[in-house]
């Protein structure tokens, strides 16, 4: 049941009407008495004593004055117009001043009365100002009753300047929370829960965390509603994926046959780690039950997800299936493709190579031995995903560098093989904090290499200023001396910005001089290149032709060649700490110690500054992504950004950790016992989830 009051359109609240409702849906996509209710306040703001006047400084802050208004106009024009007032207590003056909403404030103070103002200090010429301060007539009778913490909600300035200020806004709030009744908004944790964790139940807890009366009132509040929202989250992802796991059948693979056996026993060039080990069990698993495997592989750069690509593969073609691989860049392909032919040399299979730049005879030929079923693996990129593109049987789909891709891309994929879709294993080596990954991905199976190869030494990284660049180079040379190669990176975000192209113009030019021929030979690559000369150069640097390799972030993405020990990065300040991952990940991948080399202005940002010390920190691909969520919040993440999953209301995944474990545990065991939640005990829980399907639409799978 849905409550009738809170599904009511939002111009029906009495102070809001059609122009501010058109308002709040445009801003704030407020459309509901609901949606208002549950827009939560982001801070308080504690108006239980007043400051004095003559004791404020630029560092006071935000602060409640008591005072009368002694003087109020508008001085300057056009742009500059602006609302300056004075507010005197019986300790000094200070000046108030508006940019916006100059008239409608104008109208709405009166000179010599007493207002309670609030507002934050800054410093103006020699004295203090305060700009945009909340407004409210000093009310005796009031005052002794008004509630201690004050809630401050999300706004903007259109917002603002039409009147529907945070005072407005809590106006409109007390209407509402008058009018809504425990009918309304219905208990949706079982009791068992409440009692269990001490929380506060709903409609209270909505109280609470509008108008708290004390700051334990407000604490109790936003944690029962951090955890109510992280809880029926993964109570619905966890459904999700039971009701996927019965729905969609799949493929069974339960032979291990002479292809996995042949290559594991004679072929396999090293021991497999043991994280390498249990993986594969984990998805033999899969494969054996009939039901599509969706499996998320997630292992840091180096940790050799390639391999156990290949073993999967020899297992789908030993029950007669074939597989595909699927990497974001032509390069990557390639390099798989290498890789994978050498390994499989000598045995009985047959692997084919499609990307966009294969064409003509080439291209015919691999598509119409990927229909008979001659080829038994292809490998390539977005060009798989064609419609012409048609197998025999594919029982098995591979992505490399899952985030590359569109959700919707990858979904083509699924609709390559009849009756069942194939079995799908997205790899990646952007490794995901565990608070995220139970959330995006908490409808999936995930496994993890936590554990790399033996034998590698951890790169050692250091940051140097643009001015120690000759130094650098000198340091460069001597690791040429050895015999060792290198890559120059920098930034080019966007292939088509023509500044960063001539950035890397003029670094490889300058590098040519340094580096002078016929002593060194320097590779040069980025995205604009034409296809053949990309591999000329890449093929030359992996063959150990050139020395120096000067990129952009083409490089990024899973190429190999270890005989290269030193990644210097240029501007480093302009990349995310998952990229400047992703690119120390290029080197350490020999038996040789390895240097990572962070070059940037004198100048930093404070962000850019600690992801550069980060960076220097730690060689921990999780520590970094941990990092990287505090840094810059989960809706910018890598591959995270198409997923309206994170639209959290009130919980923050960055910070709610141990909330979210908590919330994620107690749903498993709870639909674990009762998978239906049919038990009366959980009948509150399973009204609200059938109240509330819509917000569920478009969530399912991410492959
Ligand atoms: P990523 O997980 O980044 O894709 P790769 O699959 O490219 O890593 O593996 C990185 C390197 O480690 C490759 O040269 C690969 O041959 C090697 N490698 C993978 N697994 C092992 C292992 N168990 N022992 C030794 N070397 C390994
Ligand atoms: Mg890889």
Redesign the pocket.
């Known amino acids: 049941m849905r409550s009738k009051l809170l599904d009511s359109p939002i111009e029906y609240l009495k102070g809001v009407g059609p122009a501010r409702a058109e308002l709040f849906k445009k801003e704030l996509s407020v459309f509901s008495f609901e949606d208002l209710l549950l827009q939560y306040p982001f801070r308080h703001v504690d108006r239980t004593t007043f400051h004095r006047i003559a004791e404020l400084t630029p560092d006071s802050g935000e602060v409640q004055l008591r005072g009368v208004l002694r003087r109020i106009e508008s001085v300057g024009g056009g742009a500059k117009k602006r609302l300056v007032g004075k507010l005197r207590d019986d300790s000094g003056v200070i000046e108030l001043v508006w940019f916006k909403g100059v008239s409608w404030i104008q109208n709405s103070l009166e000179v010599g009365k007493e207002y309670v103002v609030f507002g934050r200090v800054s410093a103006y010429g020699a004295g203090l100002n305060i700009a945009h301060p909340e407004m409210e007539e000093f009310d005796p009778e009031k005052s002794k009753t008004a509630p201690t913490l004050l809630p401050v909600y999300s706004s903007t300035e259109k917002l603002n300047s039409k009147g529907l200020d945070v005072r407005a806004r809590r106006r409109l709030l007390i209407e509402l929370l008058q009018r809504v009744t425990p009918d309304d908004l219905p208990e949706n944790l079982p009791d068992y829960l409440l009692k269990k964790l001490r929380l506060p139940s709903r409609l209270p807890a909505i109280y609470g965390i509008h108008f708290p009366k004390s700051q334990e009132e407000l604490d109790a509040a936003r944690k029962r509603l951090k955890f109510e929202e992280l809880f029926l989250l993964q109570v619905r992802l966890l459904q999700l994926k039971s009701g996927r796991q019965a729905s969609i059948k799949g493929y069974v693979f339960d032979q291990i046959g002479e292809n996995f056996n042949n290559y594991y026993k004679e072929k396999i060039?090293?021991?497999?780690?043991e994280a390498?080990k249990r993986v594969i069990k984990e998805i033999r698993r899969d494969l054996g039950v009939g039901i599509q495997m969706n499996r998320l592989l997630q292992?840091?750069?180096?940790?050799?997800?390639?391999?156990v690509a290949l073993l999967c593969m020899l297992i789908a073609l030993d029950n007669g299936y074939q597989a595909c691989l699927m990497a974001p860049t032509e390069i990557l392909a390639q390099q798989h493709f290498q890789?994978i032919t050498e390994n499989l040399e000598g045995l009985n299979i047959e692997v084919g190579y499609l990307t966009g730049n294969v064409k003509g005879k080439a291209r015919k030929a691999v598509l119409e031995r990927l229909e008979s079923g001659e080829l038994h693996i292809v490998i390539g990129t977005h060009a798989l995903l064609e419609d012409w593109v048609q197998f025999q049987n594919l029982g098995l789909a591979i992505t490399?560098e899952q985030h590359r891709f569109g959700v919707e891309q990858r979904g083509r994929l699924w609709n390559k093989s009849k009756p069942f879709p194939p079995h799908v294993l997205v790899?990646t080596?952007t490794p995901i904090p565990r608070t995220l990954a139970m959330t995006l991905y908490g409808d999936l199976d995930v496994s993890v290499?936590d554990e790399l190869?033996?034998?590698r030494k951890p790169v050692t990284t250091i940051h140097r200023t643009d001015s120690h660049r000759l130094r650098v180079f000198g340091f460069m040379k001597e690791q040429i001396a050895l015999g060792r190669q290198i890559y120059v990176v920098y930034p080019l975000i966007e292939e088509s910005e023509k500044l960063d192209l001539k950035n890397l113009e003029e670094g490889y030019e300058a590098i040519q001089r340094a580096f002078p021929m016929p002593e060194y030979q320097v590779s040069i690559l980025h995205g604009r290149m034409k296809a053949a000369d990309k591999d000329f150069e890449m093929a030359r640097f992996v063959k150990g032709e050139t020395q120096l390799m000067v990129a952009t972030t083409v490089i990024e993405v899973?190429v190999?060649v270890?005989n290269a020990s030193v990644m210097v990065i240029e501007n480093t300040e302009r990349f995310g700490l998952s990229q400047l991952h992703q690119l120390r990940?290029r080197v350490g991948?020999g038996a040789d110690q390895s240097y990572c080399i962070l070059m940037s202005g004198y100048k930093l940002t404070k962000e850019g500054r600690q992801r550069i010390e980060t960076m220097c920190h730690t060689n921990d691909g999780f520590e970094i992504a941990e990092a990287d969520l505090r840094l810059r919040g989960p809706g910018d993440l890598e591959g995270t950004q198409q997923s309206g999953i994170l639209n959290l209301k009130i919980a923050d995944l960055a910070r709610d950790g141990r909330i979210l474990q908590t919330a994620r545990e107690l749903a498993l065991h709870i639909l674990e016992q009762d998978p239906q939640l049919q038990h009366p005990s959980n009948a509150v829980l399973k009204s609200y989830l059938d109240a509330h399907k819509e917000v569920w639409k478009g969530w399912g799978r991410i492959s």
């Open positions: 060039p090293f021991e497999l780690t390498q292992g840091d750069v180096g940790s050799g997800k390639t391999m890789t490399d790899m080596a290499i190869p033996p034998g899973g190999n270890p990940g991948r």
